[in-house]
């Protein structure tokens, strides 16, 4: 455990239900203890919408300015080991966001936060199991955006190129002429993506399977690489080369073309691949139980932990969001491990009981009611 928290305050303004919220000294751990609606996974949603730049709900920059207001500020006061500085962002209620650092403007997250990393639990990881495959796509990449600025800027360019594409796709006079250089441009960022990503599940993969041991009894988590150009190598650990890629997506692309024109969207390229978690070699979303779903969510969000250390040589900062209550002895006792080993973690819940230990070495702070 390193010496220093990395979020050593967190100021909240019209942010969401909280009018004004001041958390002046955060711990090693530290839970937020409140009843349903006082803004407890709020303050986890504004410490990650600043460290990793996105909400973890999905939510628009206009969602998160409170209800009448016409800007939002989240304000973390950090600390390095050779550093101390206050990040603040103003978030507005038409959807813009500014990022400064001791008072002076940044144009760039990475240069500001680029060292910090968050990692959330959330009930909701339930569904990195059960639900469709954006779920497991978007853990993924965001993942690999927040550790690669290549990774995010593939990502990025990529899903610029398919809806321009999808866009051409629909108008009826757009001619074959016209999608080539989009789809070349498909082509070659497809490729890229698709390599960063195999890449990375292929590490996040042997964590979450040495991780999921420790957890279950005896099952074996595996997960595999579905492609939808017919590379074929489901195995994340095979490498695939960009070339490999390439051809890959411009024999589908060829092979396909008649049908993209009939559905007017782009069919083929990594936007609709998936990764298939298996348990003993099964397809766990088909034939897993609630509770080899719940270790399986746990488990790559743990590896994910993994993987920022590996990565990035330091450890991230859990966000954990109403998960205590609904994990066995085991699993609660595994989380607590990671807890101790983060740089940082923040819990909430609606029941003190539920997070064992809090009273010994946590800052706990009680949230009030929905009206406060
Ligand atoms: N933009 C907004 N302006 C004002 N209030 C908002 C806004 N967005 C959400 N809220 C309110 O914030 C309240 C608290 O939400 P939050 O999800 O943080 O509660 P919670 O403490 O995590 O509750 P639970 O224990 O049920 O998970 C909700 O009642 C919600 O309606
Ligand atoms: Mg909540």
Sequence with gaps: MSEHVPVTSVTLERFRNHQHLEIGSLDQTTVLVGPNGSGKTNVLEAIDLVISGRSFRQARIEDVVQWGSDDAVVRLALARQDAAFVVEE?????????????GVEKRRRSDVVGKEHTVVFRPDDLELVKGPSDVRRDALDALGARLSEAYGHTRREYTRVVRHRNALLREWRATQADLEVWTEQA???????????????????????????????????????????GLGATDPAVEVSGDDAKA??????????????????????????????????REARRFASQGQRRSIALAWRIAEMRTIEDVSGSSPILLLDDVMSELDERRRAALQDCIASASQAVLTTTDEGHVPGAGRRALVIALGGPRE
């Excluded at 890959?248 to 298939?276: I, K, M, N, S, Y």
């Design 248 to 281: 890959a997506l411009r024999a589908a692309f060829a092979a396909r073309r008649d049908e993209e024109r009939q559905r007017a969207t782009t069919v083929v390229g990594p936007h609709r691949d998936d990764v298939v978690l298996l348990l003993d070699g």
């Design 90 to 102: 103003r978030l507005s209620a038409e959807g813009g966001r500014r990022l400064y650092v001791n």
């Design 187 to 229: 082509i070659a960022l497809g490729a890229r993506l698709l390599v960063h990503r195999r890449r990375l599940l292929a590490r996040l993969a042997a964590h979450a399977a040495r991780e999921h041991d420790s957890l279950s009894d005896g099952a074996r988590l595996s997960m595999e690489y579905h492609d939808r150009c």
